[in-house]
């Protein structure tokens, strides 16, 4: 089902790095000046679903305080060391004000009740500090609860006698699969434009985009599909929902104020929505906000707050200190078991559904600088980089969850840059590894290739035949053993397919290479989710060459072109590809649908 969503001037502009529009934090970004129809809630209703009361102001305002309860109830004597503890904690979130703390005592035991107040400068520290410290251990009995002071007073205002609820008539769900029943085998594609949104058959028979839903102002920001189609989700100021079924209604939603991206698991059990705050002090770093939940219950398992600093480590940093997305990672297999991050010197995985810390404590990796999960199997696949000035060299490891035993490592030397590369059958995976030449003035490609399936895990490595050659994109074949690599120094360069198992008597240390065809204009790979057919697209610079490529033939099956193309997406059977032009170019914005074999049905 591929997205064909239009981009922004300012959106293609932050997509030119390949991050996602508004992550981790854009200055110039403002949700106010999103302008939504007048009574219009967009399906989603306000919290509670009740209607916002007017906030109650003094001189300072009560959004900027919280309350935090279930504190220890001590003594006058430990009375100041336990303010010193509290005030220290939230200091390190935002400034509390002058005078901005109350923990109030008892007039005959002279303890403290185990609350207090806390007021900070703006209600975004506010909101920050409840998000960042709910739940928070102060020791082993004392476990923070946080609230908003102006939710105090809808909880005062709830009733002491119980009120026995009216028994609701059950609902049933709709069928979240429906689409995969249709006579036709057709499958559906989602497609954005101004405010409004469609969800369209691909009939290829008639060659035309049937209409299936359409709604105006769905979304404020952006709609995505979930993995395997079941939900379409919508982002709004107040949060995130998730629509499906026959008639798209609203299946559940999920509260995360200015949300800005989101991210299910492989088999949409959990949903990631991911949100910044700007800090009030201009040399301060935003604040970055990720929720976990459950799709089906909608229950928020898990909050992780912080600076972006704490985040921006290693490859989840970008090249200007920024986040690359996702941080947040999700291992493969049919479980949606393990969550992780990275972190210094470390990994941090979380164990679904609790999403609590595997084991208490991270996997320690001195060095560490990316992973990847298997798409198929609790391993993961880790880069250290080398230490201590060299004379450690740089590690590639398979690491097993939960045991954590290390199934397989390679030690390397002179490296540059390292890229991970799985399989999605989990299968292969590659490991692209640019070393320094002797002198250190110019780097060259290699390829580490590892078969995880097999016995003791065997490595191949696979050396271009020249190679001062750069390479500009890499993909494996999703049902075989195949990979595409384009490579070259030049503006059109060569493109090779090579396969980890073959008949052919041309073998490149244990890599049968099928055949290499030069000067291509070309800089992605695009393979079929099938296999066997692939797409060479030359985007954005390359003004959207096309290449329909037949990777059994090893020859081109024709050649297009989709002027401006921005992006490229096969449906999920292989048999359409679709082609978009993002917002970015409003002359030549929309799309096109084409045949495997690059003959054009529609546009």
Known sequence: MPELNDLTADEERQFAEGQPRGFP???????????????????IASEDDEVAEEEIQTETGFGSVIAVDNLPQVPPEKQEKLAAVIKRLYAQIGTIREGGFWM???????????????????????????QHTQGYNLDKRHAFKVNMFDELDKFLKTSDS??????KEYQPTENLQEWLMDRRGRDQFI????????VCWNDHQKQLAEQVYKRSFWTESFVQWSPKGSYV????????????GPSFGRIQRFSHKQVRLVDFSPNEKYLITYSSQDPSNPRDKATVIFNVFDIRTGKKLRNFTGSVDEFAVGAAAGTTGMLKWPVYKWAGGPHDKFLARLGRNAISVYEAPEMVLLDKKSLKLEGIQDFEWSPAADILCAYQSEQAGGNLPARISLIRLPDRAELRQKNLFSVSEVRIYWHPQGDYVAVQVDRYTKTRKSTYTSFELFSVKDKDIPMEVLELPNKTDKVTDFAWEPRGSRFAILHGDGPRPSFSIYAMKSDLKTTVKGVDLIGTQPNKQAN??????????????????????????????????????????????????????ATSVGHVHQMENGFNLWLFNGTELYQ
């Open 25 to 43: 934090f854009d200055p110039e970004f403002r949700m106010e000046d999103v302008m939504l129809p007048e009574n219009d809630d967009m399906g």
């Open 104 to 130: 109030p005592t008892d007039e005959e035991t002279k303890l403290t009740k185990g609350f207090a107040f806390i007021e900070f400068l703006t209600p975004e520290e506010a909101q920050a500090a409840k």
């Open 162 to 167: 119980y009120e026995a609820t009216e028994d």
């Open 191 to 198: 497609i954005r434009y101004g405010d409004e949104t469609e």
């Open 233 to 244: 989700t919508t982002v709004h100021t107040q949060g995130t929902a998730v629509w499906g």
């Open 524 to 577: 992605q790979i695009h393979w079929s989710p099938q296999g066997k057919y692939l797409v060479l697209g030359g985007l954005k610079g390359m003004n959207g060459q096309l290449e329909f490529f037949n990777a059994d033939d090893f020859e081109p099956m024709s050649a297009a072109e989709h002027f401006m193309c921005t992006d490229i997406e096969w449906d999920p059977t292989g048999r359409f590809v």
